[in-house]
């Protein structure tokens, strides 16, 4: 599911609810001119990241979610849902944000804690 959300800049959003992710999945957010994906693990830990790999910018929220990390679906770039990393040999880092869980809802910061490099 992709959605346009218009975001207050200042503080957390809601987004939608957990159920709304697939579980080794994700949901694509657009704010602005940016987009950010949502990412669900098996174990239903909540990431996002900007949805651009460091590599082509590859659309991460397309990519293969698994033991905390994405793989990009462009290049099989492999991307840490925590901090953005680029895993193994390769070298880059995306922009995560902070998320947050309430019940069931999930909540966006839009300020970038690990900017890209």
Avoid at 9 to 31: E, F, H, M, N, Y
Avoid at 100 to 107: C, K, L, M, S
Wanted: charge should be neutral; charged fraction near 25%; proline fraction near 4%.
């Amino acid at each position: 599911m992709n959605a346009h959300i218009t975001f207050a800049k200042t503080a957390w959003v809601l987004i939608g609810t957990i159920d709304d992710i697939p579980r080794q999945g994700s949901r694509r957010i657009q704010d602005g001119a940016r987009r950010i994906a949502v990412f669900r693990t098996a174990d239903d830990r909540v990431f996002a990241l900007e949805d651009k790999c460091p590599h082509k910018n590859g659309p991460l929220s397309e990519g293969i979610v698994h033991d905390g990390c994405v793989t990009c679906p462009l290049h099989n770039w492999v991307i840490s849902l925590e901090t953005g990393e680029a895993q193994g040999a390769d070298d880059g880092r995306t922009s995560t944000f902070p998320v947050r869980i309430e019940g069931r809802n999930v909540y966006l910061n839009l300020t970038a804690t690990n900017a890209a490099c």
